[in-house]
């Protein structure tokens, strides 16, 4: 397997545009996990989901963001409208159970 | 929800010294908590991780220890070396439920 994969790598994109993150997480892994990463607050959960369902979206920020999963082999998170302050590098991760979270190699957005 | 403190958040050692993060967390069920390195720029990668029904395992130059009773858990990393040079980040989870991590260790070795 290739590991979990997301795109794009960068993101640039002006204020109040939309953005869609996405991930592909390992074959055969029931959960996956979107986290930020910021100095100031390190990893950050912000939802979560096993088999396809969301399970705890406590950890987004505002309305402005939201995630789906409509199949086992993908996933996007989605802010709209974007803000400076959503500037950070966005992880997805995937898992079977309670085990090794693997992680993607990252989307670094920067809104500008 | 969970909740989990690391220190320091920074620490130096020489080549060849020990280096010891802790951690503590507030949720009693969680049973799961692994350590990652994170290189600069890279992605976070788990280096060992312990469960609740253990105290303490070991691979090569790491180690983990968890106290229950105390809520805490502990990596040590013996005779570092420069590429040891990262950030650390502990984590706690419970069945069923994400992992929630710390706030980091950058450890600097020199040489």
């Known amino acids: 397997d290739a590991g979990v994969i997301q795109s794009p790598r960068h993101e640039v994109t002006e204020m109040g545009q939309e953005v869609t993150l996405r991930c592909k997480p390992i074959?055969?892994?029931?959960?996956l996990f979107w986290y930020r990463q910021t100095m100031m607050r390190g990893l950050e959960l912000l939802i979560y989901?096993?088999?396809?369902?969301?399970?705890?979206d406590s950890g987004m920020p505002e309305d402005r963001f939201s995630a789906k999963m409509p199949n086992a082999s993908f996933s996007t998170l989605k802010i709209q409208p974007s803000e400076p302050r959503d500037s950070a590098v966005y992880f997805c991760?995937?898992?079977?159970?309670?085990?090794?979270?693997?992680f993607g190699q990252g989307t670094r957005l920067t809104v500008v | 929800g969970e909740n989990v403190e690391q220190h320091p958040s920074t620490l130096s050692v020489q080549e060849g010294d020990s280096a010891v993060i802790k951690c503590t967390y507030s949720?009693?069920?969680?049973?799961?908590f692994p350590w990652y390195k994170q290189e600069l720029g890279k992605r976070p990668q788990l280096i060992i991780d312990?469960?609740?029904?253990?105290g303490e395992k070991k691979d090569q130059r790491i180690a983990v220890t968890l106290n229950k009773t105390a809520k805490h858990f502990s990596l040590h990393i013996t005779e570092t070396q420069p590429e040891d040079s990262a950030v650390y980040f502990c984590?706690?989870?419970?069945?069923?439920?994400?992992?929630?991590f710390g706030k980091g260790t950058t450890l600097s070795v020199s040489s």
């Open positions: 074959s055969g892994h029931d959960y």
């Open positions: 949720d009693s069920a969680s049973n799961y």
């Open positions: 312990i469960r609740s029904n253990v």
């Open positions: 989901f096993n088999n396809n369902v969301p399970i705890d």
């Open positions: 991760a995937s898992s079977f159970m309670n085990t090794e979270a693997f």
């Open positions: 984590a706690a989870s419970r069945e069923g439920t994400a992992l929630i």
